[in-house]
């Protein structure tokens, strides 16, 4: 029923630029909290970014300022915008639905219970 399903990873040099899709479907998107996560290898999956209610955002430190979470609402799909990327910004890269907005505004990974296959991101040096 609910499902998320990621696109648009891929291979960038350091200060290159990606744009993450992720497509809803099952739900309503702009309904629920809604968030980018990603995991490196031997490292643990951490928040990225959140997007609830009307357009409430927040960021992880590491990439304020250079990425940007938004939604599509008519076309039910999440975005994740990252310019000025680095190195450390490899990684596999989730979206995760959560079950209350506190989710987002929290920046807690518990609540999220439906996640996407991920997408993988590589930036080289």
């Known amino acids: 029923q609910v499902r998320l399903v990621e696109s648009g990873g891929g291979s960038v040099q350091a200060g290159g630029s990606l744009r993450l899709s992720c497509a809803a479907s099952g739900f309503t998107a702009y309904r629920y909290c809604l968030g980018w996560f990603r995991q490196a290898p031997g490292k643990e999956r951490e928040g990225v970014a959140n997007?609830?209610?009307?357009?409430?955002?927040r960021y992880a430190d590491s990439v304020k300022g250079r990425f940007t979470i938004s939604r599509d609402n008519a076309k039910n799909t999440l975005y994740l915008q990252m310019n000025s990327l680095k190195p450390e910004d490899t990684g596999m890269y989730y979206c995760?639905?959560?079950?209350?907005?506190?989710?987002?505004?929290?920046?807690?990974?518990?609540?999220?219970?439906?996640w996407g296959q991920g997408t993988q991101v590589t930036v080289s040096s």
């Open positions: 997007i609830w209610s009307a357009n409430s955002t």
């Open positions: 995760a639905r959560g079950r209350s907005w506190f989710d987002c505004s929290s920046g807690s990974l518990g609540g999220f219970n439906y």
